[in-house]
């Protein structure tokens, strides 16, 4: 259950004059010494018990041990770093037979891609997770016709949420981002892509959609009609299922932040649909900012639920902090623009896409806007780190550093995802 919310902290007005990084970093670590005084030392970073002992760690190659102290380095700031809590907990009441660890996954990474190979997710955790969405999906929610079931094995739902979230300390928490990844999903493929979607009346039912998120308070005559189309349709019925499983183990401000990053999810959408109805090719640096907001965002964002700890909201509000989660969404997305290029370019019609948009707004061969889109990402992926870093180091309170070690490992495995997926995506054929 989620904690009591302490009393908010007064702001100072110095604190709003000043926009300076470090300033406003001071003062959120100085808040955050606050509201623990406030709360009777109690921490609230600290929600769930403490992590059972990890189990021996899979043993990951030496380019993924490399990979995994580079980030330590970054994220341990001057005071050390423990790392003892961010290890994968046990995954009990599983009921998978223990498994040696997984063989390595295939797919090949972009060439070039400045990326952080991760561990083999645990394999326990993936077919227990696997099998339960499956459950949610068919009986609770009734999300997909049989026909379906090949597309839904193929996403891998569970080798997805279980690489990006390795701190969810049982089960339940990682089926909390397991469920709104797929009904994210279901809202995309069946309102605005490949599944029945359509630019034409996509507003309507987005807005509808983001109901089922942050319901109508209307009056007793009308209530009910809206309750009811909550669970006419399987957009909805995921979405509302998702919320609510979400809401009973987040704090009110953490489901209030992920309200308001689907918002941000939406609104991105409705600019693509837009121009696709015009078939319009925005500037580059427009299409990035529609992508800011069509974006991955939602996932991370929730690393802390997921980890069963909450980054209080000043903290998550903070520029620099907002700076961080922004350049993380836009790297992941980006990822994904260059693993989804070739399916794109199959696809009906012309999908936007970052490789795509620059061809065409630049004049430039589509090999070159490829590998230009490539050096997006990496200059996106450097700049999260680094202020990644630099923002654990001004403000070491130990929940902004897990929640930006939690963030930094999600992007690791969504760049794991993409590359694995070889039913869903395959490189073009440029090297
Ligand atoms: C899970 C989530 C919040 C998704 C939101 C937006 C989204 C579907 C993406 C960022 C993925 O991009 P895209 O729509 O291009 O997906 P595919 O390339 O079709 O996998
Ligand atoms: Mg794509």
């Known amino acids: 259950m989620p904690a009591p919310e302490p009393s908010p902290p007064q702001s100072s ?9 470090a300033y406003v970093l001071a003062e959120a670590a100085a808040r955050a010494r606050d509201i623990g005084a406030a709360t009777g030392g109690r921490p609230l970073v600290a929600r769930v018990p403490p992590l059972p002992t990890p189990p021996p760690a899979d043993a990951p190659t030496a380019e993924a041990r490399a990979a995994g102290g580079a980030l330590d380095r970054i994220l341990r700031g001057p005071s050390g770093l423990g790392t003892v809590s961010l290890r994968p907990a046990r995954c009990e009441g599983a009921s998978a037979p223990v498994e040696a660890p997984a063989a390595p996954a295939e797919g090949s990474p972009v060439p070039g891609l400045y990326h952080h190979p991760v561990p083999e997710p645990d394999p326990v955790r993936v077919a227990e997770v696997g099998r339960r969405i499956k459950s949610w999906a068919l009986d609770e929610v009734e999300l997909y016709p049989e026909d379906w079931e090949d597309q839904f094995d193929g996403f891998s ?30 809202v995309d493929d069946c309102y605005c892509e490949d599944h029945g979607g359509s630019p034409i009346g996509l507003g309507g039912r987005l807005l509808l959609a983001h109901t089922a998120l942050d319901p109508l308070h209307t009056t007793k005559e009308y209530q009910p009609r809206w309750a009811e189309s909550l669970h006419s349709d399987a957009p909805r019925r995921a979405y509302r299922s998702a919320m609510e499983y979400f809401r009973g183990a987040a704090s009110p401000s953490q489901a209030d932040r992920f309200r308001h990053d689907m918002a941000r999810l939406h609104l991105g959408y409705l600019a693509e649909a837009a121009w696709a109805q015009t078939d319009h090719v925005p500037e ?32 998550h509000a903070g520029p620099a902090m907002q700076r961080v989660i922004a350049l993380a969404g836009n790297a992941t997305t980006i990822v994904n623009d260059l693993y989804s290029y070739t399916k794109e370019l199959d696809s009906p019609g012309r999908h936007l896409n970052l490789p795509v948009v620059i061809a065409e707004r630049e004049g430039i061969a589509d090999r070159d806007a490829y590998m230009k889109a490539i050096d997006v990402h990496n200059e996106l992926m450097h700049d999260f ?4 870093a630099a923002l654990a180091a001004a403000c070491p309170v130990p929940g902004v550093r897990r929640f930006l070690r939690g963030v930094a490992v999600w992007v690791d495995g969504n760049h794991y995802w993409h590359r694995t997926n070889t039913y869903r995506y395959g490189l073009p054929d440029f090297w």
């Not at 604190?15 to 300076?20: D, L, Y």
């Not at 469920?179 to 999903?185: F, I, K, S, Y």
């Not at 780190?385 to 990644?388: D, P, S």
């Open 385 to 388: 780190e680094a202020e990644a």
């Open 284 to 315: 580059v640096w427009e299409y990035l900012a529609m992508r800011q907001f069509n974006n991955f965002r939602p996932c991370p964002t929730i690393t802390d639920t997921v980890g069963g700890y909450e980054l209080p909201a000043d903290l």
């Open 157 to 186: 739902v569970g080798r997805y949420m279980v690489a990006c979230h390795p701190d969810a300390p049982t089960v339940d928490h990682l089926m909390l981002a397991t469920r709104l990844m797929v009904a994210e999903n279901a």
């Open 13 to 21: 007005p110095s604190a709003a004059a000043s926009h300076s990084g």
